[in-house]
């Protein structure tokens, strides 16, 4: 005989055993049946009264676990990357992360968050980068959500030479706050050489969520998952590529130099999308490095630390320092030292205000700062002094599908006479002195600026100066694919005869029919001057026409003044063609841009 007791029978008296046995023992299977399914959905009703507060316990634990959601607004991918290293962090750390691109987040779902960390740079006049205009925009305005569910902590990347340091981080920050949110960590706000801090914010990050963390989750994941594979060639390790071409594209006449780079990406295996930019670094000039050091007294020869590493001086400022652009740092570390050394240096003066010294920076390089206060110098302060150089971004103006294993840029030499000579742009300056067969740095930075997937939509470009880079990338690529949608390009300069660039190539599409139509400014070529913005409004009708076909709007260039305007007179033309107010105009370019159909790239 058995010991074994149906455990079931446990919960029951023996007098609802008998019960139970009288009413089974006999009964046909479809009784049973019956039985079996009366008895269950009776039984779950009571078992969901009884027990609603714990479960509801549970779930909210369960919410409070709900993954840490790493949120990245980026221009040229130095926050996108901290980003990337940071879910790594946390998934190391056994921590449930995900990842996600502002553009990608719809700004509707931030209710829906119980933890967020933002990394965003500062663009333009301390505004937001353009993937997070949206995002911003809910925050400040009256549909703003109520975030008191909301633990966050923000990191923001900037540079102290504007004059609205990190704001976008800081704005975000207060919003957070004012809505209820509270803070895991203060914000944070980095200048341009912000590695180690960043790393140690993001350790201290870690910490905090990891204390929070139960003992066991079951929300860890592994640490390789979602975490994009890094490639050959970035920021930190840039491909040496070879100069193909350096053209001048605008004629002698011209008040501008624009020029029309290839380089060769051969045995590299770079790969890049229409829409792309290109990081470059770029090598000092060495006439002003080698009057830079007489000034200070030194030879060049001396060998200084940099990042761990013993460097050679002259080397180092040819390759490695920033010298062109000045920042505070700089000055007021030299102010200190001049005024250890020439006891009334007046630059002083002007670093302990923080309005003039942005003045007196904005029209001075390093090089002119060093003439103005010469001085002796050991060679690692001045190495300590200076800050690394950063690369500039070009957007690419080839397709790959066209060009094969090249890269092509259209670029505008920085070139300007101050205190008595001529100054150039680092970057710009060191391209446009390059020769066929010189070396130069580079890396593709990925960008949002893209294509719409299906090649039947129509797409209208604006892309006034150096701005119709990318747009000779799109048509190359249109061209290659055979791509079936209509293509409308406005373009501006100053003048026809001296600044119309790439005119033939335009020319040739207009009749092949790759371009379907095309509109040109000239703002110098008459009396009053003409910009891109007053074509949209004079095609206002067919443009408007064009958007409710579902078309794709492109803006590239200056983010000053062209793209403002631009914006303006597209809500202008909308407003008008569409029988609507400023405000309901205002929404349709939102809606536009929340489905990407309106996109900027804008510097
Ligand atoms: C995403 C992106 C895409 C871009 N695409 C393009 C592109 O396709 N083509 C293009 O040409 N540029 C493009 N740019 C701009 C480009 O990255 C550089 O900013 C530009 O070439 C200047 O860099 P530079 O190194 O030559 O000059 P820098 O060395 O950066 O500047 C020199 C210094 O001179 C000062 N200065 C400049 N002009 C004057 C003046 N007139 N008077 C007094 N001081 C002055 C400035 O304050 C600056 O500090 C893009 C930028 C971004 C962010
Ligand atoms: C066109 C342009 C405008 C910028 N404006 C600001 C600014 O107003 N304030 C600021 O702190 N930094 C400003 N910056 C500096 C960037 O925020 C900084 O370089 C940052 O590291 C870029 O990060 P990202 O690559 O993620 O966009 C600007 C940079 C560019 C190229």
Not at 583 to 602: F, I, S
């Amino acid at each position: 005989m058995s010991n074994y007791t149906d455990p079931a029978l446990l919960l029951f008296e023996p007098h609802e055993r008998d019960g139970i046995e009288k009413l089974v023992n006999g009964a046909s299977p479809f009784k049973l049946a019956w039985l079996s399914g009366y008895l269950a959905a009776r039984g779950w009703d009571g078992f969901k009264q009884e027990n609603l507060p714990s479960m509801a316990a549970e779930k909210s634990s369960v919410s409070d676990m709900q993954p840490v959601r790493i949120l990245f607004a980026s221009q040229t991918g130095n926050a996108q990357s901290l980003a990337e290293q940071l879910h790594n962090s946390l998934c190391q750390a056994g921590l449930s992360a995900e990842l996600t691109n502002i553009s990608d987040f719809k700004p509707s779902q931030l209710k829906e968050e119980s933890r967020l960390v933002l990394i965003t740079s500062t663009q333009g006049e301390g505004e937001p980068p353009e993937s997070a205009e949206s995002f911003f925009k809910l925050l400040s305005g009256k549909r703003a959500p109520d975030l008191k569910h909301l633990s966050f902590a923000v990191l923001g990347l900037g540079d102290r030479s504007y004059e609205f340091f990190c704001q976008a981080a800081i704005d975000a920050d207060r919003h957070f706050s004012d809505l209820g949110g509270k803070a895991f960590l203060p914000v944070q706000a980095l200048d341009v050489d912000y590695e180690q801090e960043a790393n140690a914010w993001s350790e201290q990050l870690v910490s905090v969520l990891k204390a929070q963390q139960p003992e066991e989750s079951s929300f860890a994941i592994a640490s390789d998952q979602n975490v994009p594979a890094s490639a050959e060639y970035g920021k930190q390790t840039p491909f040496k590529a070879q100069l193909l071409v350096n053209q001048a594209i605008t004629s002698l006449g011209s008040a501008k130099d624009i020029r029309h780079y290839e380089i060769s990406l051969e045995t590299s295996g770079i790969q890049y999308q229409p829409g792309d930019v290109l990081g470059v670094y770029f090598r000092n000039n060495a006439a002003s490095v080698d009057e830079l050091l007489k000034t200070l007294s030194l030879k060049g020869t001396e060998t200084v630390q940099l990042d761990g590493e013993a460097i050679e001086l002259r080397h180092a400022l040819l390759e490695k320092f920033e010298l062109t652009q000045s920042y505070p740092k700089f000055a007021k570390a030299y102010a200190e030292h001049s005024n250890q050394t020439q006891r009334t240096s007046p630059l002083r003066e002007n670093v302990a205000d923080a309005v003039a010294l942005r003045a007196y920076l904005a029209e001075r390089q390093i090089y002119d700062i060093v003439a103005e206060f010469p001085c002796q110098l050991e060679a690692q302060d001045l190495a300590d002094m200076l800050r690394k150089q950063q690369p500039r971004f070009y957007s690419i103006a080839s397709a790959q599908s066209e060009v094969g294993e090249e890269v092509h840029l259209t670029v505008r030499t920085v070139e300007y006479d101050a205190f008595g000579s001529t100054h150039y742009g680092g970057a710009s300056g060191c391209l446009a002195s390059l020769k066929e067969g010189d070396d130069i740095r580079v890396f593709v930075q990925p960008s949002e600026f893209k294509l719409p997937k299906d090649p039947q939509t129509p797409v209208i470009m604006v892309g006034p100066g150096t701005g119709i880079a990318p747009f000779r990338s799109f048509l190359q690529h249109r061209e290659q694919a055979g791509a079936q949608g209509e293509n409308w390009l406005f373009f501006g300069n100053s003048r026809f005869c001296e600044d119309f660039l790439y005119q033939q190539e335009w020319q040739e599409w207009l009749r092949s029919g790759l371009l379907t139509r095309m509109n040109t400014a000239f703002s110098r070529d008459q009396a009053t001057r003409i910009y891109v913005q007053h074509r949209l409004k004079e095609e206002g009708k067919t443009l408007f026409e064009w958007l409710q076909r579902g078309a794709f709007i492109y803006v590239c260039g200056d983010a000053s003044r062209m793209a403002k305007d631009v914006h303006q007179a597209l809500i202008d033309v909308i407003a008008e063609h569409g029988n609507r107010s400023s405000e309901q105009a205002e929404a349709y370019l939102d809606q536009l841009k929340q489905e990407k159909r309106y996109q900027k790239d804008v510097y």
